[in-house]
């Protein structure tokens, strides 16, 4: 089996047990619904790490593919970092005048269509303003995914529900590059970018 299939599904199933295991030893005394809002934030959230990642084992390959420099393509990783890392902050606090439960839904929306735009790029000068637009969609997300949790649980319970989601994002730094390599091996480069709209429909 290919070793990045073997640290996938390996990370995957510690990702799993870890979240069942906390989920089932207080849902008995817990609200099912901030359950349920955790898990479908979390799995919104984890792409926008994963995606940080996700690229660099293909790098070589779109840039081969478009025939651009090393320096241009590297632009693809970015893009993407300075845009969700410069409008995060300032998502935070336009969610809290526009609504936090509205800013995530359009940043959800907007990752999963630029992310289909990323896959059907041209040329690697619009893939790269596509994935500063992606970068963009995932700081609206980021900004307030956080704060959409802690809403939701009660103080005896957040510092678990702040675990899991912890857990949620380092785990998907840590898959990106073998979710990357294993979809660009079998599909091709172009399907590291629809895995966001597989995952959010």
Known sequence: MNQHLK??????????????????QTLSVSNKKSWQILFAVGLGTIM??????????????????????????????TSYLITLLFFVLFFGKFGN???HERLYMAGLIGFVFSSLLCSLAPSILLLIILRAIQGFTAAMMLSVSLRLVKKSF??????????????????????????????DGILGW????LINCQREF
């Open 97 to 99: 005048f526009w609504g």
């Open 48 to 77: 926008v790490p994963i995606n940080a990642s996700i690229v660099n084992v293909s790098l070589p390959i779109i840039t081969e593919f478009f025939g651009a420099t090393v320096t241009t393509s590297e632009w693809v990783l």
């Open 7 to 24: 640290l996938t599904i390996w990370i995957i199933l510690e990702i799993l047990i870890f979240c069942t295991c906390g989920v089932t």
């Open 154 to 183: 009660p103080k005896s319970m957040l510092g678990q529900a702040l675990g899991i989601y912890a857990v949620l994002i380092a785990g998907g730094l840590t898959l990106g590059p073998a979710i990357g390599g294993i979809l």
């Open 190 to 193: 172009r399907s590291i970018f």
